[in-house]
C-alpha cells in the first residue's frame, strides 16, 4: 500500500451511508494532550504564559483539539480569539493576526479599547486600520527606521493583548501556520517573548509535514523554543482502541475488531483518514456481523478518497466547485454569479449536493458564502484542473475582484496579484506587475517587509518576458529596499548593483542616485571598510545626478563624505559635508538638513580640531530631531553630544546625554540602538574603573552590536576590550587578533598602536621598537587628525615612554604635535578613553627634559581625571608625574613621589590594575620604599615582567601564597576562598604562565622577585 496522505471531514456521509450523523461531533483520545493544555490554561491564569506549537499530518487533528480545548477554555472564563491562516495564496500580510484582533476589536467598547491599545494605538492602526474608526482621534505613528517602525507595532500589539489577559485570561489559537506569512511569523516570536510574564495563551496548529529546514517556520519554531514556557506537541495517530471508538463513533455501531485493526494499520491512526475509510467502506457495503471478515478493500490513499467522493457528485455541482478552488477555500456565491453569468439560486440549486456530501459548509458570520471542508478537498479539486483552464479562471477570478474592488483595492491587493501571476502566462503579464506592486508597498506600509519582499519578487518573475527594463529598475529599487528592511542585507546590496546597472545602461539619473543611496545604507556615517563598491557607485551616481540642488544630491554627498570616513585626507570629505549642509539648509527640508548635519558631524568633526561645530551641530540635531520627532536621529545627536563633553572633559554633562541616550535605546529596543548605548556605558564603566561591570557589558553590547553592524561591531569591541584588558594585564590574549586586525580594518588605524601598547606591556621591547619606528615614519603621517588621532597618539606617547631616551627625536614630534590639545581628553574613535592629553604632553615633556613645563601638565591632568572621577587615568597621571619626579630629584620630588605612587598604588589594588601596579612597585622600589599593602590585596609585580603581566591581582597574591608552599586548602583559608576557587586559581596561574607544577611557579615567584606575602 502505497503512503497514505490523510483526507478531510467530519463531513456527513455521502448518501445512501448508514452512518450515525452525529459521528463527527464524538471526540475521542487525546487525553494527554488535553491535560498538558489544561494545565498550560492554569498557568496562564494565574499570570505564567504560556505557548503550545500544536504540529502533526494533515488529517491528525490539530484543528478538533484546538477547538475541544478552546470550548473548555471558554467554559473555564477565557476569552478566546482565532486567527486562521489562508492556505490558497494571496492572503494579505499579517492576515491570521488581523482577523483574530478583529474579532478582539468588536468585543470592546471605545473607552476599554483606548485603555488597552494605551499609547500603541497609532502604530496598531497601521494592521488593523478599523482602529481607526473606533478610535477617530489617533494621531499618526511617529517616523522611525524600519527596523524600530515595526518593533512599535509589535510592542504596541504585544501590549494590546497583554492588557486585555489582565480582565481575563486569553486564549489566542492560531491556526495552520505553515501558510503564514513571515512577518506573521516574527510577530508571533515577539508576542511568545514577551507573554511569559502575561495571562495568555498561545496555542498555534501546523502541519509539521509542510516545514521543510528552509521554511521560515522552522526558524520561528527553533527560536519558539527557546522562549519561556513554550511546550510542543507533536500529534501521533490515534491508538487502537481510540480508533474503534472513532469508528464506533461514525458507525453507531461496534466494528469487529479485526475490522478496527486494518482500518488503524492503514491509516496510522490519522482520524480523517478514518472518516473517510469508513464512509468509503460503508458504500461499498457495512459488514453484517462481527464474523463478517471479509477482506476490506481499503482505499489506496487520501486523495484518491476525496476524488472519487467528488466524483459521486453530479457534473455541474463539480464545475462550481472547480471555480470555487479557484477563488479560495472560501467562495462566496456572489463571486460564482459574476464569474459564470448564472443566477444565485440556480447555483444554489448546484452545490445542494455538495453540501449534503459535506464536501463544502456555510461559514459562520459570512452568509452566501461557503467552505470547502477541508483544504485538501479544495487542493485536489483545484489540482485536476488543466493549465489552460486553471489560467483562465484565475484571470476571470482576478478581473471579478478588481471589478469588486474598484473602489477600495487597497486590502485586497495581494489576492489580485496572486490571481494575475497565476494567469500571467496567458499574457496578461502587466496586472500581475502592477498589483504586485502595489500589494508590496502596501505590504510596506504594513511593516510587513518579508512579504514585501515576495511579492516584489513576484512583481520582477512576471516582468520575466518584458522589454520595459525601466520598470525593471523600479521594482528592483522597491525590491533592494525591502530586502534591507528585513534584515538581508547582502540579497539587498545585490539587486540594487543590478538596479544601478540597469539604470546606468539606460541613462537614469534619478535611478542611479536612488540605487546608490539605497546601497550605501542610510548610516550617514557608516565607513566604507572592505566594501570596494560603495565610493565609486556614490560618485558616478553624483556624476550622473548634475549640480542642481536637490534632495537626492544631499544624501550622495553626505553619505560620500561619511564613507571617506577611512581615508586619511580630511578635506575632500569635509568638502562634501560643507556642500551638502548649504544645499539641505537652502531646501530648508529638516529632515534632509538632520541627515546633512550628521553626515558632516561624522566624516569631519570628531578629529582634535571639530569640537565646537561638534557641539554646534549636536545641539542643533538635537534641536531638529526634536521637532521632527525622529527619536532614532535624536540618538545619534545625543550620542555626539555625548562624546563631545567626553572630549572636552565635562563628564557630568557627557553622562547627562548618556542617561538620556540609555533611556531612549530601551524605548526603541532595537539591536542597533543597544548597541550604541552599550558602547556608551562602557565608555564610562572603563573610565570609572568599574572593570569587572565593564567586562559584561563589553560581551553584551558586541551581541547587540553583531545584530545590527556587525563589521563596524567587531572593530568597536576590539578597542572596548584593549582598553580593559591593558588595565587587567592581559593584552597577551588579545595579541592575535591586534595583529590580524589592521588587515580586516583598515580604515582604523590606531589598531597598531594598540599592538605597540601590548608589545612594551608584555617586555617585548625590539619587536614594539621596530614597530614604533615604523608608525614613526614622516612625523607619524600614518596618523591623519581623525576621531582616533589623539588616542593613537596618546598610546604613542607611551611607548615612547618605555621605550626610552633613544627616541628622542620623536618624543618631540610627537610632543610639537600633541601639545596644542592638552586641553582635551582623547578618546579612541567612540570606545573608549585614554584620560587627559595634558598626561601624554606630561610624558613627552619629560622624555624632552622640559620637567618644570611637564609638572604643570601633570598636575593638570591630576586635576581634569579628579573633577572626571576617572581613577585608572588619575592612576595613571599619578605614575607619570612621580616618574618625572624621581628623574628630577629637587627637594621635596622625592616625598611627592612617594605620596603620588602610594596613592596610585592603592587605586591599582582596588582596580585590579596589574600593569600599573607594576610599574609603581619599580619606581617606590627605586625610591627604597617597600609598600604597606592592603590586606587582601595583591602584591604588584615589577615591570617587565611579561608572563606575570597576564596574571590578575588576586592571582599574583595565590601565586605569592603558593610560592611559600601553602596547600590549596590553606590558600583558601588564607583568602576567605573557597578551596575549589583556590584551586582554579592555581589552574590558572600554571596556564597562564606555562608551569606544569607548583614547584615551578614558586621558583618563579623568587627570581621574577615576587612580593610574597608579608609574615
Ligand atoms: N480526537 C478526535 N476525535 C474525533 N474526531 C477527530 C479527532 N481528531 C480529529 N478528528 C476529526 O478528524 C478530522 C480531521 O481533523 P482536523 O481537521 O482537526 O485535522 P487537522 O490536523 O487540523 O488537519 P489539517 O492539517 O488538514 O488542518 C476532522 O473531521 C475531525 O473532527
Ligand atoms: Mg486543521
Redesign the pocket.
Known sequence: MQTLRPVA??DPPPRGLSVAKEG?Q?????EPETEALLAGLGDATSGRGRFFALG?E????????ADEFSTRAKAEGALVLWGRCWEAGGAPAYWPWSQSLRGLLRELDPEALRERVAGGGADLAQMLPELRERLPDLSEPSPASPGTARFRLFDALSGFLRRTSEDRPLLLVLE?LHAADAPSLLLLQFVVGEASGSRMLVLA?F?DVEVTRDHPLAASLSELARAQGTTRIS?AG?SRPDAGR?IEAITGRTPPAELVAAIHRETEGN??FI?EVVRALASEGWPRSASDCRPWPIPEGVREVIGRRLHRLPEDCRRILTVGSVIGRDFAVEALRRITGRSAQDLLDSVRDAVAAGVIGDVRNAPGTFRFA???IRDTRYEELTPAHRIRLHREVGEDLEAMYARDPEPHLAELAYHFFEAAPAGDGRKAVDHAVAAGRRAVALLAYEEAVRLFRMALQALRESPDEELRCQVLLLLGDAESRSGDGPASRETLLEAAGIATRLDLPELLARAAFAYAGRIPWARAGIDRQVIPLLKQALEALGAEDSVLRVLLLSRLAGALRDQPAMAPRAALGREAVAMARRIGDPETLIYALLGQLASTFLGPDGLDQRFAFAEELDRLTEQVEDRERRMEALFFRFLAFMASGQVWEARDQAELHSRLAGELRQPCHQWYAGMVVTILALQDGRFEEADRLIAKTLEAGRQAQAWDAEASHLFALFGLRREQGRLAELEDDLRRAPLDYPGYRSLRCMLLTTLCDLGRLDEARALFEQLATGEFAAFPKDSEWLFALTLLAEAAEVLGDRDRDRALVLYRQLAPYAGLVALAASEVSVGPVSRPVGILATLLGHDDDAAGHFEDAIACTQRMGARPWLAHAQQAYARMLVGRGRPGDRKRAVELLTSALEACERLGMAVLAGRVTALLAELGVRPRRRPGTAAAAPVGVPKGTMLTPREREVTGLVAEGLSNRQIAEGLYLSERTAETHVQNILTKLGFCSRTQVAGWAVRESLPQQAT
Open positions: 471531514a467530519d463527527g464524538a471526540f475521542v483520545g487525546r502533526g494533515p488529517g491528525i487533528g490539530k484543528t478538533r483539539l495552520d496548529t502541519r500529534l490515534l472513532l482520524p480523517l472518516g477541508h483544504s485538501l
